[in-house]
């Protein structure tokens, strides 16, 4: 069995099976090794990568800012949650700059709102997150189902309902789960439910302005 720092023996559940530990060197991540004798890799703690990368359509910014917020302030692990509108640089190429976060990222957070399925862009940056096996959670919200994903490539994939408070309990879990540490604090359920009604209600706003339907139409040509 693996050991800890002070020689103390660690095991924590990573995707729904028991691991042991091991802290290898001194890397400030972790390195887990189940008990088939296969490798799994936990969310590192290295300050330059992005821990979480956000992935959304434009009409969802006001959600995506504050999931943010919320796993920036409970999962220590991430460090840093990566959302374009607040850390695409300034004079930086947009495109560089994004495919630079994906590529760092050890998990990706993909939004789904109606606003959200027929855009390219967001298959373009799940499909990376698929292509290098991270974790992806796609997060559902203002009614979106998985009936909703019937011939879309997301049809296959487990989804997190964000419109009951079960559903954003669920996403905290999965976040411990990923990482492989819990949260800094227990989040108050029931401020969260009604700060995302609130960013909800700019999404939909939003998607009104945009002239987006519920199924995520538009008259006009967009990647975001």
């Known amino acids: 069995m693996g050991k800890g720092d002070g020689g103390v023996e660690q095991t924590l559940i990573v995707s729904g ?22 490798t799994n890799n936990i969310i590192p703690q290295l300050p330059d990568e992005t821990g979480c990368f956000v992935s959304l359509a434009t009409c969802d910014h006001a959600i995506a800012l504050l999931l943010k917020a919320l796993f920036e302030e409970y999962q220590p692990a991430l460090r840093k949650v ?7 640089k300034p004079g930086k190429g947009w495109f560089a700059e994004t495919e630079a976060a994906i590529r760092s990222a050890r998990m990706l957070v993909l939004i789904m709102g109606p606003g959200a399925l027929t855009r390219p862009w967001l298959s373009f940056e799940s499909g990376s997150a698929w292509g290098r096996n991270i974790p992806l959670l796609i997060l559902n919200h203002s009614g979106m189902t998985v009936d909703d994903m019937r011939g879309t490539p997301y049809e296959n994939l487990q989804t997190i309902d964000m419109d009951s408070e079960d559903g954003i309990i ?10 492989g540490v819990a949260c800094a604090k227990t989040p108050n359920y029931q401020i969260i439910k009604e700060e995302m009604k609130k960013a909800k209600a700019e999404s939909r706003l939003t998607r009104e302005k945009l002239g987006l339907t519920d199924g995520g139409q538009r008259p006009e040509a967009d990647w975001h």
């Not at 042991?20 to 890397?27: A, D, E, K, L």
């Not at 669920?170 to 990482?179: C, P």
Request: proline content about 0%.
């Open 17 to 38: 099976s028991q691991s042991t530990v091991f802290q290898i060197g001194t890397m400030n991540g972790s390195l887990s090794v189940d008990q088939l004798g296969q």
């Open 82 to 88: 990566w959302v374009a509108k607040a850390d695409l």
């Open 170 to 179: 669920r996403v905290f879990k999965e976040l411990e789960i990923v990482t």
